[in-house]
């Protein structure tokens, strides 16, 4: 793999189900975030990671939560989901040491019923 | 706290014409810039970025933006469109936590 892996690419889960969307980087980056796209409002920050073992909340954390085990990996999950939790997510990284910008993963599209 | 405008929510643009999407930030810090591009159905590239130095910033596929302090704004150019460009573009800043606005659909007519 090369860069930001996403999974699964979309899922149509049930309201009230538990979900994890999982996210893989393999660039060594310090830094990772989780965001959700909605049409009319842009990607919202859900939660980040600044380094492995520490995690902090971003604009719209409700309802989300993250963990960072190691490096690579930096798994959302719904505890319990709701339609309104019915988006577009992605996973980015960057390098904390040098702040160029996001890399992007591609995505899963969760549609909550 | 940050925050990002983009004026237009949709622009509608025949070939060959000029591009401008308007794009204000509000910010306490060290500002980094960054215009981002998602064609349909894909993730987020990063078209061009801004961290200090000459306020005129080159990016991929003939896109350019410049920095403008007085105006806090940081407005994404191109000379001449294609059909190609058809996407949505973000602007965004932030040093680690990036603030996206909420994009510019750009739609060009053959």
């Known amino acids: 793999i090369a860069g930001i892996t996403q999974a699964p690419t979309s899922q149509i889960l049930a309201a009230g189900r538990r979900m994890t969307l999982r996210c893989t980087q393999d660039?060594?980056?310090?830094?990772m975030y989780w965001y959700r796209q909605d049409l009319g409002l842009g990607l919202r920050l859900i939660h980040y990671?600044?380094?492995?073992?520490?995690?902090g909340k971003g604009e719209v954390p409700d309802g989300y939560s993250v963990s960072r085990a190691n490096t690579d990996d930096f798994p959302l999950t719904l505890a319990s989901a709701v339609p309104s939790q019915t988006s577009v997510y992605f996973c980015?990284?960057?390098?904390?040491?040098?702040?160029?910008?996001?890399?992007f993963g591609s995505g899963t599209r969760l549609t909550v019923v | 706290a940050q925050s990002v405008s983009q004026h237009n929510h949709h622009v509608i643009l025949s070939e060959a014409a000029s591009l401008e999407l308007g794009c204000n930030y509000s910010?306490?810090?060290?500002?980094?810039l960054f215009w981002y591009v998602q064609y349909p159905g894909q993730h987020l590239q990063l078209l061009l970025k801004?961290?200090?130095?000459?306020?005129l910033v080159k990016g991929i596929k003939g896109f350019e933006a410049e920095f403008i302090k007085s105006k806090f704004s940081f407005n994404l150019r191109k000379p001449s469109v294609q059909w190609s460009d058809t996407a949505e573009y973000f602007c965004?800043?932030?040093?680690?936590?990036?603030?996206f606005g909420k994009g510019t659909k750009l739609s060009v007519i053959p």
């Open positions: 801004y961290f200090s130095g000459d306020p």
């Open positions: 910010y306490g810090g060290t500002v980094n």
């Open positions: 990671s600044n380094t492995a073992g520490t995690t």
């Open positions: 965004a800043v932030g040093s680690y936590q990036l603030t």
């Open positions: 980015a990284s960057s390098d904390n040491d040098s702040p160029y910008g996001y890399t």
């Open positions: 660039m060594r980056h310090n830094a």
